[in-house]
Structures are given as C-alpha cells and as structure tokens.
Nanobody
Framework: VQLVESGGGLVQAGGSLRLSCAASGETVRTYARGWFRQAPGKEREFVAAIAWFGTTARYADSVKGRFAISKDNAKETVYLGMNSLKPEDTAVYCC??????????????????WGQGTQVTVSS
C-alpha cells in the first residue's frame, strides 16, 4: 500500500490550496481515508475524514467551513480543498487510510497506512 500526497506549497493568508492523495495497492480500496497535520513542536491533529463508500465526512472544528474533503473512487484519490488559509494552518499534511470503508475516523490510531506528507506554509 502506498499513499502519495501532492499539492502543498507556500501561500499567503486568505489563499487556497488543493491537496491530493493518490493510493495504490489492492487492500487500500476498501479503507476509510483521512487527513492529518502536524506543525513544528505540536502533536499531530485530525483535519478531515471521508468514508470511501458513501459521502459521510467529518471535519475538525478549526477547519469547518474552510476545508472540504472529497474523493474520486475511480482514481483512488482523495482531495483536501483548503480555502481562507491562515498562518496557523501551516503544517505538514499527511493522508491516511485504514479501518472500514463505510466509516469515518478522527483518531490516528484507526489508520494503518500513511503517506509521507506535503508541506503547507501560510504566510501572514
């Protein structure tokens, strides 16, 4: 199983980015997907999650109304659209896969596969 993120970069506050997470591997097709982030000196935190089967999604309170998680089942890819970015959104963003495809999970322990991460930097 391999998860590869892309789309990170440097953006000014108020700007937008769209992250992608492409998956490969037979088993990963049945897993729920999530995005987590980790800023320097801080613990990893949940950002958003989506069920692979169906449309159920969940967001951290800090990103509700600004971020949107979506997926393309045919492409085995999950996206994280980020709008109205703030300097406090600066972090390494990692996608994850695990658990049951019809569920959503907001805890890292439920995920068994992780990408390497992509850096998002928001300047003030």
């Amino acid at each position: 199983v391999q998860l590869v993120e892309s789309g990170g970069g440097l953006v000014q506050a108020g700007g937008s980015l769209r992250l992608s997470c492409a998956a490969s591997g037979e088993t990963v097709r049945t897993y729920a997907r999530g995005w987590f982030r980790q800023a320097p000196g801080k613990e990893r935190e949940f950002v958003a999650a989506i069920a692979w089967f169906g449309t159920t999604a969940r967001y951290a309170d800090s990103v509700k109304g600004r971020f949107a998680i979506s997926k393309d089942n045919a492409k085995e890819t999950v996206y994280l659209g980020m709008n109205s970015l703030k300097p406090e959104d600066t972090a390494v963003y990692c996608c994850a896969a695990g658990g049951r495809g019809r569920n959503v999970y907001d805890t890292a322990e439920r995920y068994t596969n992780w990408g390497q991460g992509t850096q998002v930097t928001v300047s003030s």
